[in-house]
């Protein structure tokens, strides 16, 4: 079985997560060798002092989870994480500008996180259910032309997360050197595969311990 530890940002987003589960989240990340720990940014800097010295990183999500806030206040947010320790950033985007076919306000707003945080790896999280193949593919070019560093399927809290089309479908519209991070309902080992097959750099998952034990 492939190792899928490195490949996984292990999460807890919840609006009830105590800082119990963030010590746990931690542990667990220090432990199976994680990519990173995913956390609001109002965790960040708990999970940063718990990990010091750790191999995972910690990502922070910004303008989570419905993209809607304005560009400044989610360059604000992504600064903050990254001077309380987060050397991720997980980014919405502003999904009802894109249905407006403002691609340009789309761009500017992923511009406005990039340009915040010089010094950290920007996920850009499309929401791909609530977007027809025509948006996901607009999405995903005004992320790279923005500057950042993945296209990411999901938050995990709309009506559906990752499938392996939309992988597909990604992978095929931005270039060799954008990565793509699939989340959102992924609970096996197997799924978690099937994904990183279809394209996926990295894997989103509050059941990391599961898939990591082959659960499937």
Do not use: W
Not at 97 to 111: I, M, Q
Request: charged share 25%; proline share 2%.
């Amino acid at each position: 079985m492939m190792n899928l530890a490195p490949y996984i940002d292990h999460s807890a987003l919840k609006a009830d997560t105590t800082a119990e589960d963030i010590r746990k989240l931690c542990r667990e990340a220090a432990e199976h060798g994680f990519a990173s720990v995913c956390v609001n940014s109002s965790r960040v800097k708990l999970a940063a002092e718990l990990l010091r010295g750790a191999a995972p990183k910690v990502c922070a999500v910004v303008g989570f989870p419905l993209g809607a806030a304005s560009s400044a206040a989610k360059a604000f947010e992504a600064q903050k994480a990254a001077e309380d320790g987060a050397s991720e950033i997980d980014m919405v985007i502003n999904i009802g500008r894109l249905k407006d076919g403002d691609d340009e306000a789309v761009t500017n707003d992923v511009s406005a996180v990039v340009e915040a945080v010089p010094g950290c790896a920007v996920k850009v999280i499309i929401e791909t259910a609530l977007l027809t193949d025509e948006e996901k593919i607009r999405a995903c070019r005004a992320a790279e032309a923005a500057g950042a560093h993945f296209v990411k399927t999901s938050t995990g809290f709309s009506k559906a997360g990752a499938t392996e089309a939309d992988v597909r479908l990604m992978r095929a519209s931005v270039g060799a050197g954008m990565k793509i991070k699939a989340s959102g309902g992924i609970n096996s080992a197997d799924f978690a595969l099937r994904l990183i097959e279809a394209g996926a750099d990295r894997i989103g998952a509050s059941k990391s311990v599961d898939i990591c034990g082959g659960g499937s």
